[in-house]
């Protein structure tokens, strides 16, 4: 069965500092996506990255930035220079594909990291 | 604006009381789902559905039914609520990928957060 772990259960670090958030993934599947997403105070799920099992470049987005690698079934979330806006809890997640059969598997995520930006 | 609405926001009902928390999407995505989310649980499915009438169990599906009447409705059902009922629910919406075996990108509605007492 598929499964995310996230290791860390809260983060905290002052404002500026370098951040980095785990995901370690299990699935059975070749092709599977990779999500992040990011749960502000205000409670709303906001999406962040989604990669694909045959897309192993790191991609990076302003402050934000991903590694992915199969080797080691990791897909982790690194924030450069933290400001206390990108305090939230922040979730991982899997989708797979069904090799046959009806239907479409939801979302498996991750219990989440409460990252805490201290000014 | 592509959005995911979800009504209401915030509902506190009690025990046994029939209560529906609608969701419409308006991108045209075939895939729609429910999630709860309880604290040191992360969000688990609830149900799911691939199309108008074509609709399916997650993974706690247990006290709760769903329609799919129209595409862009996908409506939550709660016949007889329960204490263990209370938690934060999201719809999500996706276009449907690889012939329908895999979802594009979900994206989530604003969250209802439900207590039933």
């Known amino acids: 069965a598929q499964k995310v772990t996230q290791a860390q259960t809260e983060i905290s670090v002052v404002e500026k500092e370098d951040v980095t958030l785990d995901c370690v993934y299990e699935t059975r599947d070749t092709t599977y996506y990779l999500f992040w997403y990011k749960q502000p105070p205000s409670g709303e799920l906001v999406f962040l990255i989604r990669r694909n099992s045959f897309d192993e470049q790191n991609e990076i987005s302003g402050r934000y930035s991903w590694n992915f690698q199969k080797s080691t079934s990791s897909f982790n979330f690194t924030i450069t220079a933290s400001q206390v806006v990108d305090s939230a809890v922040y979730f991982c997640?899997?989708?797979?594909?069904?090799?046959?059969?009806?239907?479409?598997?939801?979302?498996?995520f991750g219990k989440g990291t409460h990252l805490i930006i201290q000014p | 604006e592509a959005q995911v609405t979800q009504n209401p926001r915030y509902l506190i009902t009690v025990t046994g009381k029939k209560l529906t928390v609608t969701c419409s999407q308006n991108m045209n995505h075939e895939y729609m789902s429910w999630y709860r989310q309880d604290p040191g649980l992360g969000l688990r499915q609830i149900y799911y559905s691939m199309n108008v009438e074509v609709t399916d169990k997650g993974d706690v599906p247990e006290g709760y039914k769903v329609s799919r009447k129209e595409k862009r409705n996908f409506p939550l059902i709660l016949e007889s609520p329960s204490p263990n009922q209370t938690s934060l629910y999201f719809c999500?919406?996706?276009?449907?990928?690889?012939?329908?075996?895999?979802?594009?990108?979900?994206?989530f509605g604003p969250g209802t957060r439900l207590t039933v007492l």
């Open positions: 997640a899997l989708s797979e594909t069904r090799a046959t059969g009806g239907g479409a598997d939801g979302l498996t």
């Open positions: 999500a919406s996706s276009l449907l990928l690889t012939s329908g075996r895999s979802t594009d990108t979900q994206y």
